[in-house]
């Protein structure tokens, strides 16, 4: 059995008093990938948002590695280990990729040794950024920008990363590059715990261990790779209200 990264228990958020996480409780396990897929609305991007401490919760506890997250803001979260790769992909325009790489580190006060390692492993998971790092962050393409953030995320997530919508709009060449970059990422650190949301679970594949389908803010099925049942096509039918993620 995986040992529990992160945890959910009974967590609620409203945004502007809508409700829009209900009562959500759920283990993320090391060294798991896991696919939260829903419907646009039905609360994915909220959730990712909960994890790293950038929105308030209503009633429930965040547990990671036992301890109550709800005194740390999202710097110390980043600290505790955890990497985050929005949906908008914001990259800093005047500096290089390697700039914006190094920086979360750079933040966290990480050695210039533990960057480099960092940085080596990134490059390992994502050769594609290899020839990105003098580029400019204004330079990049849409499926680019995707990859870099995904490394902007390693480089600080050594315990958990999580990934918002990371297969959208990608070409299909792309996606099958973003779906190997995951796996290598679970070989070469099979103790991380990896979080995608999707509204296209199609998307997905077989990238992920488990899936967790929400509806209006609620966890309604989980499956495991070892089910037949992982509802990766049926997810796309998922119904949402609250015009959040």
């Known amino acids: 059995m995986n040992t529990t990264v992160l945890s959910f228990h009974s967590i609620s958020v409203d945004i502007v008093r809508a409700p829009v996480l209900r009562s959500i409780t759920v283990d993320f396990g090391?060294?798991?990938?896991?696919?939260?897929?829903?419907?646009?609305?039905?609360?994915?991007?909220?959730?990712?948002?909960?994890?790293?401490?950038?929105?308030?919760?209503?009633?429930?506890?965040?547990?990671?590695?036992?301890?109550?997250?709800?005194?740390?803001?999202?710097?110390?979260?980043?600290?505790?280990?955890?990497?985050?790769?929005?949906?908008?992909?914001?990259?800093?325009?005047?500096?290089?990729?390697?700039?914006?790489?190094?920086?979360?580190?750079?933040?966290?006060?990480?050695?210039?040794?533990?960057?480099?390692?960092?940085?080596?492993?990134?490059?390992?998971v994502v050769p594609q950024l290899r020839d990105m790092l003098p580029r400019s962050g204004a330079a990049l393409s849409g499926g680019q920008g995707k990859m870099a953030a995904l490394g902007r995320a390693l480089m600080i997530g050594h315990e958990m990363v999580l990934l918002d919508e990371p297969f959208q709009g990608l070409a299909p060449a792309l996606a099958t590059e973003y779906s190997n970059a995951l796996r290598r990422l679970q070989q070469l650190l099979p103790e991380l715990c990896i979080v995608v949301t999707e509204s296209n679970g199609s998307l997905l594949k077989d990238v992920p261990d488990r899936v967790l389908q929400i509806e209006r803010g609620a966890l309604t099925s989980t499956a495991h790779r070892s089910s037949s049942e992982l509802p990766l096509a049926q997810s796309t039918s998922v119904l949402s209200a609250t015009g959040y993620r």
């Open 30 to 124: 090391a060294g798991e990938i896991i696919a939260v897929v829903g419907r646009n609305g039905a609360g994915k991007t909220t959730l990712l948002r909960t994890i790293m401490g950038l929105l308030p919760i209503k009633d429930g506890q965040v547990l990671f590695k036992g301890s109550n997250l709800a005194s740390f803001p999202a710097h110390q979260r980043a600290r505790l280990g955890i990497g985050y790769a929005p949906q908008e992909r914001v990259m800093f325009p005047t500096f290089t990729i390697e700039e914006n790489l190094r920086l979360p580190c750079q933040v966290a006060r990480m050695s210039k040794r533990e960057i480099d390692d960092r940085l080596a492993m990134t490059l390992e």
